[in-house]
């Protein structure tokens, strides 16, 4: 019985020692794998606090996007490397566009902003002119509403004093 016990304890440790290479093994596989993927990882973090430009292919423009930060899920058993990015859309006057979205640079055209620092003064001026257009804009499309109102006015004028003399001419002839 005590042979049978010491074989026993032999079989045990021999099966926690091979559970141990397997282990050591199983961790060492994963390591290499994610260190293979290492430099993606590198490149996705070098493009957080960047300005890009990317293609929007749904509405076929370009937009101006800053990169808040980077996501990272393993999967697979933690094999692969799911990488997305935190952005928020930017106008040309560094004014927020929309919401802050989540989304996989890899499946869109981009490419690094020219502009990677504004000059506030630059922007004030900017802005500036964008409000005088838009009250450009306002008072052009007011004049217009104002011009057609009062063309409406003068047909409708015209209609009367042609329906006057209408009238006038019946009654002589009559």
């Known amino acids: 019985e005590e ?32 260190l293979a993927q290492k430099h993606l990882l590198d490149e996705a973090e070098d493009l957080v606090s960047k300005r890009l430009v990317v293609w929007d292919a749904v509405h076929h423009i370009w937009r101006n996007i800053s990169v808040l930060s980077c996501n990272v899920k393993w999967v697979e058993s933690g094999l692969v490397a799911r990488i997305t990015h935190r952005v928020q859309e930017y106008d040309e006057g560094n004014d927020k566009v929309g919401g802050e979205m989540e989304v996989d640079l890899k499946s869109f055209k981009y490419f690094l902003s020219p502009v990677q620092v504004f000059d506030r003064e630059t922007m004030l001026r900017w802005k500036e002119r964008k409000e005088f257009n838009l009250k450009v804009t306002a008072i052009g499309v007011k004049a217009n509403s104002d011009v ?14 042609q329906k006057m003399f209408e009238e006038r001419k019946t009654k002589r002839m009559a």
């Open 148 to 161: 057609e109102r009062l063309q409406r006015s003068l047909d409708k004028y015209k209609k009367q004093l």
């Open 3 to 34: 042979q049978a016990f010491e074989t026993k304890v032999i079989m045990a440790g021999a099966n926690l020692d091979k559970e141990a290479k397997l282990e050591m093994s199983m961790k060492r596989y994963i390591t290499k794998k994610r």
